[in-house]
Structures are given as C-alpha cells and as structure tokens.
C-alpha cells in the first residue's frame, strides 16, 4: 500500500513539475502568475496558454455549484454557494442531495425584507462583509446573491429574498452589500437579471413591460450594483424579456449591462436557464450552470458535456458557425474573476460562526422588526408586567431556516421565538400552544400536517382564555407557495386556517397582539381587534432573540416597512388587471401597472393602504422641524440640502427613519405622484434634538424619457417632503430647477 501510495506521489510531483516548472525555470515567473504584471497582460497570457477543450470547459459547470478551471495551468476551480442571507450547506457533487458533511453549517442573517427595512447602508455594508467573511472561509467564490428583483406583487413566492418595492432604497442596499462581500476576495452575484418579479411559471414567461417600466423600476438596482457597487458577477434570470430568454438576451445583457453599465465581470445563468447555443454565444452569457445533470439518472441529454456552452459550441467553433473570439471573450472575463477571487494572494482567510457575526445577526433583526399597531400601549410588555402570557402559533417554534429553497440553510444555532421568550419572561410567565400547524417544507409539493386542526384550535382557545395577554405567532413559512421558490402564493390570505384561529382566540381574550412571520403583505381581517402587530421576517439565527428584546422593550422598534401592504390583493398595480399583467395568460405577462409600482400606484391612484411603505412605529414619539433647502433655483449639475430639526418626544431612545419624497409640479409624462429619492437613520436619546440634513442629486430627479431614451430633469418646480412613511409627510419645501 505505502509503495502504491509513494508511486502515486511520485508520478503528481513528476506530473506537475512537467507541466510547471519549465515556466519558473531562468528564473522566469509566466507572466499570467506574475501579480507584479497588469492584469490584461496577465489574462491573455493565460488565454493563449489554454487550449480550445480547456477554454470551453471553464464555460460551463462541472458539478452543481462548482465550474473546473484549468488543472494544468493551476487555474483553480470557481465555487459557489448560495445566498443571499448565509452558505448554504454543501451539497453532493452531482445531485441537489445534502452532502451531510458535519462543518457546513453557518450563520443565518435575516432575509434581505428584514435587511430592507433596516434602511441602514452602514448595516448592509456590515451584512455584506459577515456574509464574505463566511463564504471565504467555507471556499466559496462567488455567493449566489444578493437578489435585487423588485416587490411587484404580494404574491411573489421569493420577496422575501429582495429588498422590496423601492428602487432608490434596494440600490442603496445594495452597494454597501456587494462592497462588503467583494472586499473578501468573493464575488457578490446580484441575481436574477431581470424581470424576474414571480416565481409561478417563471422558467417560461416572457415579460413585456414598456421602457419607462425597465429603467425607473426595474433596472436602478442592478445599474447600482454594476456601476456603484462594481459587482463581479450577475446571475440572469429564468423568464423572458420581450420574447428572448433573459439569460442571452441580447438587450439586457450585451447592449444594457455590458455595453451601457460596462460591466466586466461575468454573466452567470440561473440553474438551467440556457436555452440556445448561438444566443448564448453572442448574448453575453459566459458561465453555464445547471440543475439535474447527473448524466446518468437524467440522461445524457442534459449531462455537462451537453450544456449549451459546452460540446454544442465547441462543435459550432470548430465547422465555423461561431467565432473562436465568442469564447475568448467569455474566458477573458472568468480568469479576471479567478484573479479577483482565488488567484488573488493577499485575499483575507474569512472566518466564520464569530461572536461579531452572531451580534450582527441580532442586531439586523432586531432594526429590521416593524412595528405596525400599537394600541393602548399593548407593546413594550416589560418583565413583570404580567403573570400568565400566552404564546400561540406555529411560528414561535417552526425552524423558518429551512423551506423556500435556494434560500434554505443550516444554522449552527436557531433561537426560535418561544425559546426568546421564555428566556426573557421565565417559564412560569409562559405558556404555550401550537394552535395551527402546517406539514414539512417541501420545495414542490404542500406536504399534511401530522396534526389534527380542531383539537389544536381547542387547545389553544383554552390556553389564551387563562392568559392575561396573548401573543400570536403566524404568518407564512417559506413551505411550498407560502414565500418558496419556484411558485407563487395563491391569495394574500394567512394559510393554515390562522384567520379563523385569531377570531376565535379574540372571542376568549381581547388582549391580543399578532406577529406576523413573512417576506410578503398578508390580508388581515382581523386588523381592528387587536390590540398590537408586528411585521416580523425570517430572522435568522438569532430571531427568537430579537423578537422577546422588541415585545420586551429590551430593543426600541426602528423598522420600516420595504413595502406596502394593501388592504386587498386587487389593490396592488399589478393585481389590478386580472390575469394578463400578473401572473400572465401562460405565455405572456403584461407589466400594464407600468412605473406605477408599490406606493407609486397607491398614491398616484389614491388608494388608501393598510399600511404604507416606509411606515413604522416607535416605543419613542420624534417631532419633525420645518424643512429648509439650503436655496431655491438650482442648475442641473447640483445637489440640494435640505435640512430640519427631528426631536424625539418621548421617555425612551429610539431611531427614527426619516424619507425624503419628490414631486414634480408640471410633469410632461406621468410621474408617480410621490418618489423616494432620500432617507437617513437618526438616532436620539429621549428629550434630544438634532439637526439633520439630507442631499439630493438634482439629476436623481429625472425621469426616463422613453423617446429621447435618456434620463431627463425638466426645469420646473419639485416639492421635496420629508416624511415618516410614504403617507405622512411631515414638511415640504419647494425648489425650482433650471434647464
Ligand atoms: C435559483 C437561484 C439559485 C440557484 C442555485 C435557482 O433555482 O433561482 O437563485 O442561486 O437555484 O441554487
């Protein structure tokens, strides 16, 4: 066996020393090795080393999360993971089974809803840094995220994965994200480029939306993280655009990302979104990644070999159909992420499952939580408060890490919120009863709960008529249509019979406060009988922790909410059509609510919400001074400053975030009637007062001028008002702007 074992050592030591050394012989580092060259020289002496098999073979996976590299030059391989709010676990080489290994579980950091609702930059940045950290040190390269679609219907079965309905505030989340990932060494992957807004049927549908739509609503975010951010990959999305699937669609990736935002990294399919040899080729795609390519269950026909950018384009470069140079230049931009990322020497080792990163973790959850409703201080319940509290629902003890799928992951710790609250309260203050329960999560397919629903309602019933207080945990739970991938809600209804549950629970106890668990506005009959609510997220893995500190009044509630929440389904742009703008007659969906999305419909339609975007409470009250700009006629090169005085009213600290909304006087084409173009998180001890200015870029008040095809400020008068949600402005100030 050792003689076996020194052969084999011998022939590799023989092997690379072959292939190697003759390029470190005369003392010559090869210049493609050389960190002292310049990059471009670097990257084509690599190029013109490799061979047309080595080339195409970097082009395409060659497991489930992994692509080869180029063994013979030591080019190393390109691992993935996904994202975006933690690693995902490992899975084998070839199929979507676990790996079982025992050192894969990580931090779970709440979804990005949560991280939206922070409205804090800085905190994204620090996200996005713990994420790279942990990526890095689980070899990872690139993390599968963040994902930047926009919050077009509640429905949407992955909303809770985006930053919600705004794109001025998902692109200023965005970049702090995608610095703080990249500055590990590991590409940040914004997905899924574009128009991906629903999962039902999103693996055929073509979207149509008009120009104005794609560049107000759709794009900003993704432009952010190119041109801002300077993300090295993106990931293209399933559905089509205009008729051409968006994973080689020529308009979005080679005229608008490539060619307008000059984005040079690499261009990444969706797990099994390629469709065409030649348009992949010529449309910008550069690394093909896939689902269901063992090669031996599913076939050859879609084993690695036969993936669009493999032999099927090998074949078509060597009769002539397609240039060489096609592949030359998907190879030039995968070495530059191989240099950016694992050929960089000096990249940091990461680190993971920190003290700092479980605190971030609770601290994200803890600024993301929303407080909706808070009648006759039904919230903060201090210790001592009660005797009896009555814990009621599935979500106080359901692991919400798991289900949803790419999204799923393992936590290394997950502090359900039962456990937060009888960490808090003490075991004797509370009781609990599961109320409803649903079945495991399962990412195709609603699986039975094990329970009976009857007795569940029973039992609970008679938990909360002994309860001096009762606290509902529901919402949804990332299970099949309730915020998982590859399908959509059907109705914006709470599942599980949970309506039906709070009434009943309402008729034995009027002391009732809900906290609704989800990625998506939910419809809330019950809204007016009770007593408190809180939009919570999927929190993570210290969730539970950070939930008892906000009922308790242990952390002050500073989120707002990243989206509306209307007061039925039909309320919503895009669910006010019917079928054809969402989700599509099966062929088409028609965008027909165009860049009247989340709260530029409500407002402009005058429909009045349940909740606003951006509207949030606090345990603390803040008093908004007259707005001020620094002057009145401004030219287009400037940035206006606008200033007021924020005093927090009451008896505790808090946070207050401040948004600032545009308006334009005499609009040429619609305009929204109100934009968020500003915002800023201001911290203030009770009684204090500060000063607080907010900028903004007179040309962010542009619109998309689909004829002239550019970005357009109008000299005119805009009204700038600072507000505490989208629907309640505090103070307004008027500004002329010059041609
Ligand atoms: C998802 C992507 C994910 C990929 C890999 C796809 O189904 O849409 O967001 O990154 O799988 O897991």
């Not at 709070?502 to 609704?516: F, H, R, T, Y």
């Amino acid at each position: 066996m050792n003689k076996v074992l020194k052969s084999l050592r011998s022939i590799s030591i023989i092997s690379i020393a072959f292939f190697l050394l003759p390029m470190y012989i005369h003392g010559q580092t090869p210049v493609y090795l050389d960190e002292a060259n310049p990059i471009n020289e670097r990257i084509e002496d690599a190029l013109k080393r490799m061979t047309l098999n080595e080339k195409i073979a970097i082009c395409h996976a060659q497991s489930k999360f992994s692509t080869p590299g180029c063994p013979r030059l030591g080019i190393p391989e390109i691992w993935m993971s996904d994202g975006p709010h933690g690693i995902r676990y490992e899975f084998q080489w070839d199929s979507w089974l676990h790996a079982d290994w025992t050192n894969d579980s990580c931090t779970v950091y709440p979804a990005l809803s949560c991280l939206a609702a922070t409205f804090n930059p800085a905190l994204s940045l620090q996200y996005g840094n713990a994420i790279g950290e942990e990526a890095r040190y689980r070899k990872k390269d690139i993390i599968l995220g963040p994902g930047v679609n926009i919050y077009r219907s509640p429905l949407n079965g992955r909303n809770s994965e985006y930053f919600g309905e705004d794109p001025f505030l998902t692109s200023k989340m965005v970049v702090p994200y995608i610095q703080g990932v990249q500055k590990n060494g590991v590409a940040a992957c914004i997905k899924h480029f574009a128009l991906n807004n629903q999962e039902k049927l999103r693996e055929a549908i073509n979207v149509e939306a008009s120009d104005r739509a794609l560049h107000e609503i759709y794009l900003p975010a993704f432009e952010a993280g190119v041109v801002e951010g300077k993300v090295w990959a993106v990931m293209g999305s399933y559905n089509k655009f205009r008729g051409q699937f968006c994973s080689h669609n020529n308009l979005l990736v080679n005229k608008i990302l490539k060619g307008d935002w000059n984005f040079d990294g690499v261009f990444i399919t969706d797990w099994g979104s390629a469709h065409n040899t030649d348009e992949a080729a010529r449309n910008g795609l550069d690394i093909e990644m896939g689902s269901w390519t063992n090669g031996m269950t599913w076939g050859l026909s879609s084993a690695y070999n036969n993936y669009y950018l493999a032999q099927p384009f090998l074949k078509k470069i060597k009769n002539g159909e397609l240039p060489e140079t096609l592949l030359d230049e998907k190879v030039r931009r995968i070495l530059l992420l191989n240099f950016r990322t694992n050929m960089n020497r000096n990249r940091p080792y990461g680190k993971k499952l920190t003290c700092e990163q479980k605190a971030l973790a609770l601290k994200v959850a803890e600024e993301g939580i929303v407080l909706l409703k808070n009648e006759k201080n039904f919230f903060p319940i201090e210790k001592g408060r009660y005797t009896k509290i009555a814990i009621i629902g599935e979500n106080a003890i359901k692991r919400l890490t798991q289900g949803g799928g790419s999204s799923e992951l393992k936590p290394q710790e997950e502090i359900l919120s039962l456990q937060g609250m009888i960490e808090k309260y003490g075991k004797d203050h509370v009781t609990f009863s599961l109320g409803y329960a649903s079945g495991e999560p399962n990412y195709s397919n609603e699986l039975p709960s094990p329970y009976n629903a009857d007795s569940l309602v029973a039992a609970a019933v008679e938990t909360a008529k002994k309860a001096d207080v009762v606290i509902f945990f529901g919402g949804l739970n990332k299970n099949f249509q309730q915020d998982c991938e590859c399908d959509d809600r059907k109705n914006m209804d709470l599942p599980f019979g949970q309506n039906e549950l709070i009434a009943k629970l309402l008729q034995v106890n009027k002391n009732l406060g809900v906290v609704i668990v989800s990625g998506n506005a939910v419809s809330m009959p019950w809204i007016n009988k009770i007593n408190g609510l809180i939009q919570s997220w999927y929190l993570g893995s210290q969730g539970g922790t950070a939930t008892a500190n906000i009922i308790s009044g242990d952390a002050v509630p500073s989120g707002k909410l990243p989206f509306t929440i209307p007061k039925k389904l039909e309320d919503n742009g895009a669910n006010s059509f019917g079928a054809v703008a969402y989700p599509g007659d099966g062929t088409n969906v028609i965008y027909k609510e165009d860049i009247l999305v989340g709260y530029r419909w409500f407002d402009t339609k005058k429909i009045e919400p349940l909740f606003p975007f951006g509207y949030g409470l606090s345990y603390t009250t803040f008093e908004y001074g007259k707005a001020k700009s620094d002057k009145y006629v401004y030219e287009q090169d400037e940035t206006a400053k606008i200033t007021f005085r924020l005093t927090n009213k009451g008896k505790i600290d808090g946070s207050e975030i401040v948004q600032l909304y545009i308006s334009q006087k005499n609009p040429k084409l619609l305009r929204p009637a109100k934009e968020l173009k500003g915002f800023t998180k201001v911290f203030l001890k009770a009684g204090e007062i500060k000063d607080v200015e907010l900028t903004v870029k007179i040309t962010d008040l542009a619109y998309y001028d689909d004829q002239l095809r550019k970005w357009i400020t109008d000299a005119d008068e805009y009204e700038l008002s600072l507000a505490s949600s989208s629907r309640n402005i505090r103070s307004c100030v008027k500004i002329h702007v010059n041609r």
